[in-house]
T-cell receptor
Framework: GNSVTQMEGPVTLSEEAFLTINCTYT??????LFWYVQYPGEGLQLLLKATKADDKGSNKGFEATYRKETTSFHLEKGSVQVSDSAVYFC???????????FGKGTMLLVSP | NAGVTQTPKFQVLKTGQSMTLQCAQD?????MYWYRQDPGMGLRLIYY???????DKGEVPNGYNVSRLNKREFSLRLESAAPSQTSVYFC?????????????FGPGTRLTVL
């Protein structure tokens, strides 16, 4: 079946540090890959997505590249801000399925 | 354009009580979903509705029922609440069944079962 594995958190960084959150996946078909972000007390919102191999999704300074050869979709940002503190979820949706499969989430804490 | 709305935001139940969580979307989306979020577990799909008039079980459907009332509304019912159903519940919607679709989430309902 499908699965998503994320690095466990919390990830604690100082403002302006470089961020990487690792995400690897297992899928039976050709999935689309997503990063969702959840700010405290809120629902999830899409951060970025990539729908085919070698695509790069980007938004708000965050980037992730769909690597089929390593089955990975790592999230990166060059300089984090305190306002980036949130929980980040990697997810996939396989071409043969109607629903999303989520990773367990990675909490990011950024201090001034 | 409110997006996805959920009611109530908070609820406390006693074991054995019943309740219905309401969800509505104003984006004319065809597909709707119910998830639960538990610490360290990510989000798990309870039920989904690929289109009006259809519903299907997700990963954790036991103890829940759903109704796709119309294209806008998708409700989740707990017939006899149990402490194991203490969780945060999210409703989501997407335009169609295409696997590239983005799902849009509501703000959540925090449910405690005593």
């Amino acid at each position: 079946g499908n699965s998503v594995t994320q690095m466990e958190g919390p990830v604690t960084l100082s403002e302006e540090a470089f961020l990487t959150i690792n995400c690897t996946y297992t899928a039976t078909g050709y999935p689309s890959l997503f990063w969702y972000v959840q700010y405290p007390g809120e629902g999830l919102q899409l951060l970025l997505k990539a729908t085919k191999a070698d695509d790069k999704g980007s938004n708000k300074g965050f980037e992730a590249t769909y690597r089929k050869e390593t089955t990975s979709f790592h999230l990166e940002k060059g300089s984090v801000q305190v306002s980036d503190s949130a929980v980040y979820f990697c997810a996939l949706r396989d071409s043969g399925y109607s629903t999303l499969t989520f990773g367990k989430g990675t909490m990011l804490l950024v201090s001034p | 354009n409110a997006g996805v709305t959920q009611t109530p935001k908070f609820q406390v139940l006693k074991t054995g009580q019943s309740m219905t969580l309401q969800c509505a979307q104003d984006m004319n989306h065809n597909s709707m979903y119910w998830y639960r979020q538990d610490p360290g577990m990510g989000l798990r799909l309870i039920y989904y509705s690929a289109s009006e008039g259809t519903t299907d079980k997700g990963e954790v459907p036991n103890g829940y029922n759903v109704s796709r009332l119309n294209k806008r509304e998708f409700s989740l019912r707990l017939e006899s609440a149990a402490p194991s159903q203490t969780s945060v519940y999210f409703c989501a919607s997407s335009e169609a069944g295409d696997y590239t679709d983005t799902q849009y989430f509501g703000p959540g309902t925090r449910l405690t079962v005593l």
